[in-house]
């Protein structure tokens, strides 16, 4: 018999092979195209043959939604089912893998009775987790506390309620986690106690058991029965006076939460949470009599709200453990292991010190930068995302793209209330109102083509279309103005704008009338101003502000409340919406005044509030004159007056376009910010806070003005600022600075270096491989001599005239595929083919496939097994050369594939308001903003190379490129194995959004 032996792949950067095209689909070969979000820090992993490898499942949308929004729509339904995990405010967590899937799953406290089931979702982008299952256990009516405990044949559940803890067996079937009924294993013998267990050592049956009063204790499984151990917990008590005694040791303020993870076999890390926020950390060392204890802090300057509960997640699946938390005031929120090692541990909390903006104490706070990371789940709103649909279903042809708009751009806590309170019929009746309004008036009519609609409006040289994003962004979209749900039945008793303003009686002449027959789309944004000041006859009056734009227009003659520069703006944006003019509220914040532009041909200037009516008519030198505060109010400067009224989540603050200095007292800044390393910091936000109120003695502290953030170079541009004396916070993850700030008179353009005492945290996984495949041979060959002294080696078929080599001699000088026999039977592999060829038979299976041959492929030969070379070389993709003369066979082959991949960079507007979470909760989806590309980095590495870059070790061979800009790269990787793409964004605060084309 011959000697056959089983050969592995060696290498993956030499002596690779090319397959026949038609074995394996080309790169990206069911989707030419691919766009990719991803958020700092975050990678994701694309499997180079196929298609873009595994993508999450996406909605089926009505088929009538335009082409141009339906991947939005589809964003929006994805991101109505994502939220934060918020959790009860004495939430504990346990984590394990209930679904046996190697993935960790949390199971979280939830309503009364209850357990919350997050099930680890791997490859999707922003959510980690999906709530999976929500677990009740009747007769419980206490909050639940969680142990998931798992040997290898029983999956043990424990939990508290109350002062008692209890025991079940969990299975998961069907994909489903079922729980057996529960029974009762300890009970506290402390009045009122609070019960917090902890897996300690499961094959020893052991929890740890936190208790209300901070203190920890042990209970042990013996016999079937639960016994505390004695004393197990170092801790003594010094007696100050007898109602406060104090407690040292393993004991915290009080409501001890613990967790704890085994480094090894001897040594454990407990992390113990407390009711006010603390969190004390200990290493284990089991091996000492008695168990050894001392404190070690893993993380220094730990600061959060109260009722701390730690645990220990891989959120990146990097193969590092994060540390998550729960606690009273925020959702579930971990910190990021920067250690980039496996078993090791590099908290750092990044503090803001937002604190110190005065932001702060303006509208409820600040928001844009956090300390911690939030954990997002999907799963949520699945109700309401139906509901949605089903509306989708029903929208008219002809206002579908006016209603999706809307819907693909609505802040996801605006849609629901939309939803919940039945008024998504709204969106109908506001494209509706825009084409009953067109056959109204003289000045506008509807334009429409295939897939969008936009006006034509009126010009005094004829009509014009009116550029589609002006048409729906602010003529079309819906803000917090004039149209906020959780008001419609209440602030505006059910009245919308649309329809009731045109033709509302309350002050004679209606809005209507006045307005119609204007002859040009700007003579219309004038009668809508005529209308109110002269018709109305409205006055600015200060009192008590009325709320919302129905309540303003009730009182606009009530001297009783205040109508002031504000509650003008926003009836005039209403009014002059409600007629078909593109309007936008205009706000100088540091000058604590708020007027309009419209668009007609260009942005104009309105103002309402300034300016008595009447005969007098001094409002009209307001009306298109954005000077007019420079000439009549005492030269006075406007900081940046700017665009803030959030038409859509999109839709970011800017600068007006509208000169209001003149342009000799506009100055372009530019703040570059870096850490103490000259690291940028990009997604610093830049605030100018004016001194104009303190030093006109209108108010005793200034005003913030301008905002700005930081791009990935750190720079923040901020366009046309005004000159006056400001106070200027640089706020970024890592600290906060401020100094006074003036700016010359003459001044065009002027640069700002600012630095920020710290270092940039280090997020990037990815560096340039030891061993690149750019390194790799054009080509590889080996020559087979067919020498009659050495038949056994390789010989002449006389029948067939086929050469053949014996199957060792053969195979081993490809190198890199595996062979293994069984009997008659010998199964070649190599990156996803698998042939199996049966010895003397003239056919082959290819991939379960069987392909038929003039000549047996495989054959005996004596007590030796042969080859064909020609079969064997053409499958592989290997070109084949017979040198008759010196009667040698020379197979050749490339051994790297190189395949052209664009990266088409893409700019990240500002995804939702970063003002302040008091108006604008969606905010808590997406904290981050980027106003141009953000670095991406790419390796295409085999699977060693994942599964390295997933435990955070360096790859040891691979293709690495940086990208900072739209480019074509020529990849190059290697053929004999299958290969993967990864993508990883390195910023600290940027989203990187780009599409991978082939």
Known sequence: MFKMKKKHLISFSMSLLLLFASLFPSFAEN?????????????????????????????????????????????????????????????SVSVGDVNRDDYQELLVTGAKGSLDLFLYTPGVERAKFRLFQTISFPGLNDLLHPVIGKEKTVNQLFFSSGATVYQCVYQWENNQLTCSDPFPIFESTVAEDILIPALFRFNKKELILGHKDGSLSLIQEENEQWREVPSFFPHWTEVWDEEHPNQEGVV???????????????????????QDGSLDTFRVQIDQQPVLFQTYPLVKDWQTAGNCS?????????????????????????????????????????????????????????????????????????????????????VPSEYIDEVAFCVTHFQVEDLLIYIRQALLPLLVENAKSIADMCKQVNYVRMKTYPDYSTLEYATDQGFVEMPREIYYQYLVMLNRYIMSP???????????????????????????ERVKDAKTLYEAAYLVDFWLKQDVGGIWHTGEKPKGWYNIYQNLLNKDLGIWCGEWSIIYEAAARAMNIPTIIIVALGEDHQFNNFWADGWHHVDSSSGEGGEKSSWKPYFDDSLIYYKSWGKRIFSWPMCWEANGKYDHVWRSELPYNPEELLTDLYFTVKDEENQPLDGSRVELWSHWPMEGKYQPVPFISVIGYADTNGVAMLEKVGHQRFTVYVITRIGTVSFPFSIPDGVKEKEIHVKIPGRKPSLTKLSTPAETYDTFKETESFSIKVDPKHPE????????????????????????????????????????????????????????????????????????????????????????VWDGKAQTITISWIPVQKLPITIECKPTDLEVFPWMDAYYTQFRYMEYWFSEFSPLEICCTNKAGLESFKKGQPIRAGFYRKVKQTETIN???????????????????????FTIKK
């Open 310 to 394: 730690p645990f220990l997640v891989d959120v990146q699946s990097d193969g590092c453990l994060d540390l998550g938390f729960a606690s009273s005031a925020a959702p579930l929120s971990y910190l990021t292991n920067y250690s980039h090692q496996p078993g090791s541990f590099q908290f750092t909390p990044y503090r803001s010190e937002v604190v110190k903006s005065p932001l702060g104490m303006f509208f409820g706070g600040t928001g844009f930068i956090r300390d911690f990371d939030t954990l997002y789940a999907n799963g949520y709103n699945i109700a309401e995302t139906k509901l949605l649909q089903d509306f989708l279903n029903t």
């Open 252 to 274: 915290v303020s009080g409501r001890a939460s613990p967790y704890c993870y085994w480094e090894s076999e001897k040594i454990a890390w407990l992390l113990v949470g407390d």
């Open 31 to 91: 989707s030419d195209s691919l766009e990719i979000t991803l958020y700092p820090g975050e990678s994701r992993v694309l499997e180079l043959d196929g298609s873009w490898g595994i993508q999450p499942d996406r909605f089926v949308i009505n088929e009538n939604i335009p082409d141009w929004l339906q991947d939005e729509m589809i964003k929006q339904l994805e991101t109505l089912q994502m939220r934060p995990i918020d959790v009860v405010a004495e939430a």
């Open 971 to 993: 990849l190059i990787y290697p053929n004999a194995e299958k290969q993967y793409l990864i993508l990883h964004n390195p910023s600290l605060s940027a989203i990187c959004r």
């Open 486 to 512: 959780n008001a419609y039945k209440t602030a505006y008793q059910g009245n919308f704008y649309r329809t009731f303003l045109p033709t509302d009686t309350k002050y004679g002449i209606t809005l209507l």
């Open 793 to 880: 080696l390789a010989y002449v078929d006389k029948k067939s005239n086929a050469a053949y080599a014996e199957t060792n001699y053969l195979l081993e000088k490809f190198k890199t595929i595996s062979w293994n026999v069984d009997y008659a039977t010998m199964v070649l592999e190599f990156r996803q083919t698998r042939v199996t060829f049966t010895v003397n038979e003239n056919y082959y299976d290819l991939n379960g496939k069987r392909v038929t041959t003039p000549t047996p492929v495989w054959v005996t030969k004596g007590q030796k097994y042969y080859l064909q070379i020609r079969p064997i070389a053409e499958l592989f993709s290997a070109k084949l």
